[in-house]
């Protein structure tokens, strides 16, 4: 009896330029990276080296990750139309990018129509939608963390900051795109911040978390998580202020590095022991178990690593300095948690990253956008360059959002990393933009 291939419902990618069917394309994977930021411009990067990876679609994806992915025109909290545009292309595996996705359901609805998806549910991605949550789990456990209060009203609130010490932080429970955190170093500061929070309800309405001002260096030690299992990525740091000197106000990271030579092996090993795994084990307890990436946003205080915040996904900027450095295939690694199987070696390359963010200036404040960008096809092919909020139009790139461009530089140390990544930077041309030099400051 004849075998007839059926070709019924094969994709466009698929084909050559010619029309025909590509066989050797019906077996490599597509994947559904969710999100439209550096982050997932980092992930389509790491995915598109993996030679299991046939075709990357990115939604709603931008104008940089065009270049390696198909961009589709569907918002990341646009759950319904994600799952029916995974459905219908036959998706192999989705990857989650931003937290507002999580939280909207995205990774409960994939698996309830029976798609794949790397990412924590609804539920387990709690531990970054509420402060108080993650703040709760780790008093529970003993996971080591600053002393906190939490409160619904300004009142109360603002007594209770009265009657503690200057700087003291301030949390707004909810998601705020890395911008609810406040350090107050006065109470006047603190009673504009809490009516900023809980009166004027800048973030919606929500809870506050007023926690105790810790001191010491901070870093990102993401893991990938499988319920129990817990595999530790390389270290970064970030800098959160938006001015040289770690000065002005809290943003969604204007820089980052990788590894961190300020953290020791045992600082690393306790916070292992001590705050990822017991975090893991207490979410299995709560009924939520993790699978995806655990961020621990760590402080090396005087009295031991404590945390500062856990997210529930890839960190951004650290991962367009850490996942460069990944030197095993993404696919293997997303795949052992999606589908809950042994996870491979996960090995990671001696070269060290550094990437700086140009954003729009009065980023992050109002800014304003349609800057045409530059000198980018002029850099070094060593250059990475990550795109955060660009559009593309007559072949030419502009300005679109608050963090514009991230620019990574490798080498066999940090200061050379440095050096390649400022000296791009320095080459680029926009009237609109802005950036620290100081990145890396700590070790250099």
């Not at 029309?19 to 394309?25: K, R």
């Not at 549910?121 to 456990?141: G, N, P, R, V």
């Not at 700086?356 to 092919?381: H, N």
Request: charged residues 25%; aromatic residues 8%; proline residues 5%.
């Amino acid at each position: 009896m004849e075998t007839v291939l059926s070709l019924h419902g094969v994709n466009q990618s698929e084909k050559d330029e010619a029309g025909t069917v590509n066989i050797t394309n019906l077996y490599m994977k597509k994947v559904l990276v969710i999100g439209g930021g550096g982050r997932e411009h980092a992930i389509v990067d790491a995915l598109s080296r993996s030679p299991q990876v046939g075709k990357i679609y990115c939604a709603p994806g931008n104008a940089g990750i065009s270049a390696q992915a198909e961009c589709v025109a569907i918002k990341d909290t646009d759950v319904e139309g994600l799952k029916a545009f995974a459905l219908e292309n036959s998706i192999d595996l989705a990857v989650v990018g931003p937290e507002v996705a999580l939280a909207a359901g995205v990774v409960d609805a994939f698996k309830e129509a029976g798609l794949r998806i790397f990412g924590p549910s609804k539920a387990a991605a709690t531990i970054e939608a509420s402060k108080d949550f993650a703040k709760q789990l780790m008093a529970k456990y003993d996971i080591p963390t600053a002393a906190f209060e939490t409160f619904e009203d300004y009142e109360p609130a603002l007594e209770y900051v009265k009657k503690g010490s200057f700087p003291v932080v301030l949390k707004y429970d909810g998601l705020a795109a890395g911008k609810g955190v406040v350090i107050p170093e006065t109470l006047e500061e603190a009673d504009e911040a809490l009516k900023d929070m809980l009166l004027d309800a800048r973030f919606g309405k929500g809870k506050v978390v007023v926690e105790e001002f810790l001191t010491g260096p901070e870093f990102s030690f993401m893991c990938f998580v499988d319920g129990l299992d817990v595999y530790p990525m390389t270290l970064s740091q970030d800098h959160k202020r938006a001015y040289e000197g770690d000065k002005g106000p809290n943003t969604g990271g204007m820089g980052a590095y990788s590894p961190v030579p300020i953290i020791s092996d045992e600082d690393v090993e306790y916070a292992m022991e001590k705050i990822m795994k017991p975090t893991a084990a207490g979410m299995v307890a709560e009924g939520c178990p993790f699978t995806g990436v655990l961020y621990g946003g760590l402080m090396k205080t005087p009295n031991g690593v404590k945390v500062i915040e856990f997210n529930c996904r890839f960190g951004d900027p650290e991962t367009e300095v850490v996942l460069p450095r990944l030197a095993s295939d993404i696919y293997d690694i997303f795949s052992a948690v999606a589908d809950h199987t042994p996870m491979p070696q996960i090995e990671w390359r001696k070269e060290v990253t550094m990437g700086f963010v140009m954003a729009s200036k009065g980023y992050p404040g109002s800014y304003d956008k349609g800057y045409e960008i530059l000198g980018l096809d002029k850099l070094p092919e060593d250059i990475r360059v990550f795109h955060m909020g660009t559009s593309l139009k007559d072949g030419k790139f502009y300005t679109a959002g608050g963090r514009v461009l991230m620019v990574v530089g490798s080498g066999a140390d940090l200061q050379e990393a440095h050096d390649k990544a400022l000296a791009a930077v320095e080459s680029i041309g926009c009237d609109n933009l802005f950036y620290r030099r100081d990145i890396g400051w700590r070790v250099l």
